[in-house]
């Protein structure tokens, strides 16, 4: 990557000169700041609205993570980090970078299938379908609730 950076830089400063290179540079550190606050605020925002509602904010923390890396490759000089940092940075493209990153987390979480579906749920559950939805995405299941006592031998 620094060795990629370094060719654009020569690219770039050949073409342009030093000093029109140099203000790419610290404009695009300093537009990169006031996304990465716009943005983070409006993240921000949002997961508290689905906390309020009584939902995970699964998405806003992918974005969240997403935001900080942008802001960070958008402050390191270079044109490839910033074009990288712009892409987790602007709205559309995060959604989609996070929806992807989402989708693959899951999966990894889950090599069998999805919790509470066909393939997951719990081991030794039987065939019932109430086990199989208390340990859904979320927890609260629509099945049969089975409550017991259980007493403690020593």
Sequence with gaps: MPIIEIGLFIQVGGALGLFPTLFI?????????WMLRQQGLKTMQSARNRLDAGQLPASE??????LLIGGAMLLTP??????????CLLPFTRAWIA????????????????????????????????????????????????????????
């Design 78 to 87: 270079g044109f490839m980090t910033d074009a990288f940092g712009f892409l």
């Design 99 to 154: 929806k992807r990153l989402g989708a693959r987390m899951l999966v990894m979480a889950h090599p069998g299938g999805m919790p509470g579906g066909a393939a997951g749920g719990v081991a030794g559950a039987g065939t019932g379908t109430a086990a199989n939805d208390a340990v859904g995405p979320d927890r609260r299941g629509s099945g049969t609730v089975i409550d017991g006592d259980y007493e403690r031998l020593d």
């Design 25 to 33: 540079v610290i404009a695009t550190a300093a537009l990169g700041t």
């Design 61 to 66: 923390m992918v974005e969240g993570v997403l």
